[in-house]
Nanobody, 122 residues
Framework: QVQLVESGGGLVQAGDSLRLSCAGS????????MGWFRQAPGKEREFVAR????????YYADSVKGRFTISRDNAENTVFLQMNSLKPEDTAVYYC???????????????WGQGTQVTVSS
């Protein structure tokens, strides 16, 4: 069982940066592969980025590649999403999630946080 809590969202202007954090509880946190997803109003929740349990491999959605960076600190049970060059279309609620699989498929993630709002103004 893993509990996840996101933080770091806010209101920024286009071109700004934000760093999201996802704090996990439980001794098994470091064994999970982690993902970030986002959901804009009226849209389905979509994959953003994922990182393996060891931090050795990352993968990004095309829409954020080159602007976002996912990382993790297993000693602190935390996963990060550094978001640079933010665009208005990045506006969404951002969720972190945990899985034992190597996947970008939302339904295959077993544990979810409550989400943090990111709003990018033009």
């Amino acid at each position: 069982q893993v509990q996840l809590v996101e933080s770091g969202g806010g209101l920024v202007q286009a071109g700004d940066s934000l760093r999201l954090s996802c704090a996990g509880s439980g001794r098994t946190f470091s064994s999970y592969n982690m993902g970030w997803f986002r959901q804009a109003p009226g849209k389905e929740r979509e994959f953003v980025a994922r990182i393996l349990w060891s931090g050795s491999n990352t993968y990004y959605a095309d829409s954020v590649k080159g602007r976002f960076t996912i990382s993790r600190d297993n000693a602190e049970n935390t996963v990060f999403l550094q978001m640079n060059s933010l665009k208005p279309e990045d506006t969404a609620v951002y969720y972190c999630a945990a899985t034992n699989r190597i996947t970008t498929i939302r339904s295959l993630y077993d544990y979810w946080g409550q989400g943090t709002q990111v709003t990018v103004s033009s």
